[in-house]
């Protein structure tokens, strides 16, 4: 018998034992990894949290250095770098708006299939009572045929089915809520860097001053 056979065998048997309930979980279990193992993909692509380049450019815009800017910029693997270098690259002032409507498309993109994910989570527990609950009235329908030859047996069989829908359910819900909110936390990073970059674009800080000045402290309210 083959790897494929006992897997087949087995996948038969947890069939058999939550019905079409288990089924469905099982495809969606199946189509939360995929959407997951796309994210990670995508993520590593667009260069998600890779700002190293990106953030020596603001320094360097900051500083009015814009060639070494724009020369970290080619360097970054960032998929913010391109929307940048193409603003600093234009021979007139460029357009904020434009920019941060290209940036919100490349971020857009990559919140491609959260809706999916954020579905799965929930309906997956909502699926796992149902099962339950068709389990438990299988169970007691099964006790009422029996009529007074009761086999307690047989109804804690019934019922351990009825409840392994539930745990099915929450197998799937749990580490798709996990993951999706990973996802989330690493997307909202990537527009607070988005904000700041084009914000230190557009506004650079001003230049340091000089070593002699002295920087006079902020008066203070109600001084005597």
């Given at each position: ?12 048997a947890i069939l058999d034992l939550g019905g ?205």
């Amino acid at each position: 018998m083959t790897v494929i056979d006992v897997l087949r065998d087995r996948l038969n048997a947890i069939l058999d034992l939550g019905g079409p309930v288990v089924a469905i979980l099982l495809c969606l279990s199946v189509v939360s990894l995929a959407v997951v193992l796309y994210k990670l993909w995508q993520y590593a692509s667009a260069g998600v949290g890779r700002h190293r380049s990106l953030r020596q450019a603001m320094a360097e815009l900051d500083a009015g250095r814009t060639d070494a800017a724009a020369g970290y910029l080619r360097k970054s693997r960032s998929h913010l770098a391109p929307v940048l270098l193409r603003a600093l690259n234009a021979g007139t002032a460029p357009d904020k708006t434009r920019i941060e409507a290209e940036a919100s498309a490349r971020l857009n993109r990559l919140e491609r299939c959260f809706r999916i994910l954020d579905s799965i989570a929930q309906i997956s527990p909502l699926l796992g009572l149902f099962g339950t609950v068709l389990g438990m009235i299988d169970a007691f329908q099964a006790l009422q045929d029996a009529g007074s030859a009761v086999d307690p047996s047989t109804l804690a069989g019934g019922i351990w089915v009825a409840l392994m829908t539930t745990a099915a359910g929450l197998a799937v819900s749990m580490p798709t809520s996990l993951l999706l909110t990973f996802l989330e936390s690493r997307l909202a990073r990537e527009r607070s860097i988005a904000e700041i970059a084009i914000e230190t674009l557009f506004a650079p800080l001003p230049k340091a001053r000089d070593k002699g000045d002295v920087l006079q402290p902020f008066p203070q309210a109600n001084a005597r």
